[in-house]
């Protein structure tokens, strides 16, 4: 894979509406022990950018997000975790119970799929699912 990447992330929550939320963007990838990283920045308005990680290590992937929300998500198969997602009003507690991680790998692409059973503060608020594309960026010839 090369360094410049196009990263799409699509999130669906299933609940009454199953409208998926996306983001296409550039990104930057590399693989530093037996991990892989793929950073990207989000923009929410003209002001606000929060930094995206995603560290993909055998089966497990985190997702980490610095900015006006902040969160560490950890996906591991059958094993529930917990974290705070911050935000400028708060903190709740996320717990993120996943039932799938899979992460297929190519020479110039990854594709993760992953869905988890969310909870906030204790609470169960949906089954839902994340879906990651990660696919080497080459500028065109002109």
Not at 2 to 27: M, W
Not at 32 to 57: A, G, Q, W
Not at 61 to 78: A, C, K, P, Q, Y
Not at 112 to 137: A, T
Request: a negative charge; proline letters at 2%.
């Amino acid at each position: 894979m090369t360094k410049d990447v196009i990263v799409s992330v699509k999130g669906l929550q299933f609940e009454n509406e199953n409208e998926p939320v996306e983001i296409v963007t550039k990104g930057t990838y590399y693989n530093k022990n037996n991990r892989h990283y793929i950073l990207y920045d989000e923009m929410f308005d003209e002001k606000e950018v929060t930094k995206s990680t995603i560290i993909v290590k055998d089966s497990s992937v985190e997702v980490i997000r610095r900015g006006i929300t902040s969160s560490h998500m950890l996906f591991e198969e059958n094993r529930k975790n917990t974290s705070y997602y911050n935000m400028p009003f708060g903190k709740m507690l996320l717990g993120i119970n996943a039932t799938k991680v899979d992460v297929k790998e190519q020479e110039d692409e990854m594709n993760i799929d992953i869905k988890y059973g969310l909870e906030v503060n204790y609470n169960f608020i949906s089954e839902c699912s994340i879906n990651i594309e990660v696919k080497s960026h080459r500028t065109p010839c002109l």
